[in-house]
């Protein structure tokens, strides 16, 4: 997401501004189950990208199951 929004400066470092991380989407913490909760723990400190981008999938998805669920049954 941040790629996305971001300018590459020299070097290929991104740049952050305000408004690029007010873009950010990121699911809200009461949202996330137990287990991904204990797999965000887990990884935080992981040298791996793919190990962090599959966790990260994973908390996404669950969150985008969530909020498609609550748009199709508002309650």
Excluded: C, W
């Excluded at 991104?14 to 887990?42: C, G």
């Amino acid at each position: 997401q941040v790629r996305a929004y971001s300018v590459a400066m020299r070097g290929g470092h991104l740049r952050f501004q305000a408004q690029t991380l007010r873009k950010l989407r990121i699911p809200a913490f009461d949202s996330l189950n137990e287990q991904v909760l204990q797999a965000l723990q887990t990884v935080h400190s992981s040298s791996s990208q793919s190990e962090l981008d599959d966790v990260v999938d994973a908390a996404f998805e669950q969150h985008m199951k969530r909020m498609t669920n609550r748009a199709q049954d508002p309650k």
